[in-house]
């Protein structure tokens, strides 16, 4: 099953830290979507790109986070001098165009302390 | 006000109840989905709608366009049942916008 994968599954690291997470969509999936998750609440929008081209960016991507799809193929989220508000899982998806599906990644959950 | 509403919040049944998720939306959409999420996070497309109504097995989704409303059913639910639904409208760029999502126990 080549689904979409992230990595790492769980970060925990303290107040101030920089940490990047990464994101593999499936391969034929030209668009890649990422959302973030606190507890209790319904995914949120964070930005997404088409190929390696980064389209939208919400108003919850700060400064402090960027997105990069190099080559469109994986992509990596980044935050920096990360804040206790931002723990929460941090899902991937990509797109099939074929279905208008979006498929999920099981998440990377960060916890800052 | 949440661009998308979902009711109820929680709900439990015994196994072998008909149930019904509700959604309410507030924006222009170009579809709306349903999606399943199990505890540890992982989550999975069940419909996607922009009319009419959609079977897949025990999961029926309807969707009326002109008030901005869809139900998810699930007949004959089961224990493997319980997840969290949640209801998400899609826009031209197919980014997602999701409710809070239904968690749903099914009982034995």
């Known amino acids: 099953d080549t689904g979409v994968s992230q990595d790492p599954r769980h970060k925990i690291t303290k107040r101030g830290q920089n940490v990047t997470f990464r994101c593999d969509p499936i391969s034929e999936h030209n668009r890649l979507y990422w959302y973030r998750q606190t507890l209790g609440q319904g995914p949120e929008f964070l930005t997404y790109?088409?190929?390696?081209?980064?389209?939208?960016k919400s108003r919850l991507l700060s400064d402090r986070f960027s997105a990069e799809r190099p080559k469109g193929s994986f992509s990596t989220l980044e935050i920096q001098r990360t804040e206790q508000g931002d723990s929460a899982m941090y899902l991937c998806a990509s797109l099939s165009t074929s279905t208008d599906t979006q498929y999920f990644g099981p998440g990377t959950r960060l916890t800052v302390l | 006000k949440n661009e998308v509403e979902q009711s109820p919040q929680n709900l439990t049944a015994q196994e072998g109840e008909f149930i019904t998720i509700n959604c309410s939306y507030s924006?222009?959409?170009?579809?709306l989905h349903w999606l399943q999420q199990h505890p540890g996070g992982g989550i999975v497309s069940l419909f996607m709608l922009s009319s009419g109504k959609k079977k897949h097995g025990r999961l029926i989704a309807t969707i009326n366009i002109q008030e901005k409303h869809s139900s998810l059913h699930i007949t004959a639910s089961h224990p493997r049942d319980s997840a969290v639904y949640i209801c998400a409208v899609g826009d031209n760029t197919d980014k997602l916008i999701f409710g809070t999502g239904t968690r749903l126990q099914v009982f034995p």
């Open positions: 790109f088409q190929n390696e081209a980064q389209l939208e």
């Open positions: 924006v222009g959409i170009s579809a």
